[in-house]
């Protein structure tokens, strides 16, 4: 058989990674087999092993893709929002869209990627490249503080991080009923309701 060109292999590697990001994403760890992912990325089961040593080493490679296409998401609301808490703001409305309140949608993996990782042995690859994701979310919420401390700053984010995604985890465990929509609206309308802070401010004229 003719030798696969560097551009193919590097075509297959990419294909490969981006079906597993998807595949574990909707359906989990256990709900993914390494011919499923070869299948849905159309090549064969054989060729797996000339681009990952194992199912593990590529649910990392595909949570650390996940996480940086969610990145690249947060970026580009960043970038168009007039303020912080515009910018803010955004990322909630993007996280918790209606979409991604399906449950077989590959939405954030901070989300869709929690139980697996939760359960994941402590040597398990993805449990370090999770961190790594969720943390740099975190800082990047945080940069959005307008505090002028850095420790508040990083609790709010913290805060957001966490209510998105305990929304978004109800809302998808409770998809098809009412009080699926309930989640998302509370934690939305919690999210980016103007601050204590700033409202204060505006009454007192500012300090």
């Known amino acids: 058989m ?3 060109s560097r551009a193919q292999a590097e075509a297959n590697h990419e294909a490969i990674e981006a079906a ?9 760890l256990a709900g993914v087999t390494v011919a499923d992912v070869m299948a849905e990325a159309g090549l064969t089961h054989g060729g797996f092993y000339t681009h990952y040593t194992s199912k593990d080493d590529l649910a990392a ?9 969610a990145a690249e998401k947060w970026r580009r609301r960043i970038v168009v929002a007039s303020t912080p808490a515009a910018a803010r703001n955004a990322i909630t409305e993007g996280y ?27 040597d398990h690859p993805i449990r370090a490249t999770y961190l790594a994701g969720v943390t740099q979310q975190v800082e990047t919420l945080a940069s959005l503080g307008t505090s ?21 985890l109800l809302a998808r465990a ?12 509370a934690a939305r309308a ?14 007192g004229g500012g300090r």
């Open 2 to 4: 003719p030798r696969v």
């Open 20 to 28: 597993a990001s998807r595949l574990f994403r909707e359906r989990g």
């Open 61 to 69: 490679s595909a949570c650390a893709a996940a996480f940086a296409f």
């Open 96 to 122: 918790l869209r209606e979409q991604n309140c399906d449950p077989t949608a590959a939405s954030c993996p901070t989300a869709t990627l929690v139980t697996d990782v939760s359960r994941a042995s402590a």
């Open 148 to 168: 002028g401390h850095p420790a508040r700053d990083r609790a709010a984010a913290c805060l957001q991080l966490a209510t998105m995604m305990g929304a978004l």
């Open 174 to 185: 409770t998809h098809g009923d009412p009080l699926s929509d309930e989640f998302v609206k």
């Open 190 to 203: 919690h999210l980016t309701a103007p601050s204590k802070r700033g409202r204060s401010a505006k009454k």
